[in-house]
């Protein structure tokens, strides 16, 4: 495992594989408005939301199409179409944006066969008064909004699929069944008794298997938005839902206190609600990084092998990151 924290301009060089980040050309210090950072080294995203903001978007416009810039760019394969298929060999995605002024959320879960993720949660805002919509029927108003129905299974993902189903479905998500989840494909059958400690194995769960964009956008007037974009964790269970489309979890944006996003292992993290949290540090005005690091170290006390990385920002422009991973990833590929 590895940790390490960056913060403000140090941020982009100690973490390149973890963050981009831009402000304005020629700021004195790491403080200054707007900010655009986004997890991972997605960098086009981070220039894409840049130039909406300059071109006079809105922050929430910037992070929809920075973060959809990654949707079409199938950043590491990680977000859109044609990654991370489930069990079944479908691709499904997950999204969520947030208006730090008005606290109004959009999220869709389990989408299918609709490309653009966040898109369809921005429609959420715009034309529903709910947050969440889920499955086929988020599918159906997608397509009520315009957005194209479409196959989103590639050459790429039938492979992912084809070679998991040829090494007996390792890895996979399930425990506690018959036949024994670790060496044999399902069906599976509930066993008698439940073992409820949970095991994770870094060979189960690799962030290269929980890569998500994660996007916050704070606008010169301190306006922040926040989203996120992913297709979800490879070999999951169909209708697995992470904390990506989970506001609080995934991303949170709060235009009296900062913004925030986290991405790494979902189904633990969003247990946490780790973007609400280092919010609420910030409005008490811790700084970002350490914001970003008590939210880490709370979840770490009870996952203590948990990976995970948020980014956080704060309204007057200060940003920073924390993260724990397996060193793997660290190496260059
Ligand atoms: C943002 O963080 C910086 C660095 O810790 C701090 O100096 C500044 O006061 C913070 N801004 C707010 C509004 O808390």
Redesign the pocket.
Known sequence: MAAGRG??RRGVTVALLLLAALTPAGAAS??ALPVVINTWAFRTAAETAWRVLESGGSELDAVERGCGQCEIDQCDGSVGYGGSPDESGETTLDAMIMDGNTMEVGAVADLRRVKNAIGVARKVIEYTKHTLLVGESASLFAVRMGFPYEDLTTQKSLSLYSEWLNQNCQPNYWKNVVPDSSKSCGPYKRREEVTYREEHTSSQRSVHNHDTIGMVVIGVSGTVASGTSTNGAIHKLPGRVGDSPIAGAGSYADST??GAAATGDGDIMMRFLPSYQAVEY??M??????ACQKVISRIQKYAPKFFGAIICA?????Y?MYFVLQTKFLDPN
């Open positions: 913060g403000g790491a403080a206190a900062g910030m409005r005005g811790t700084d970002p990084t350490v704060n309204i007057t422009g200060s920073g």
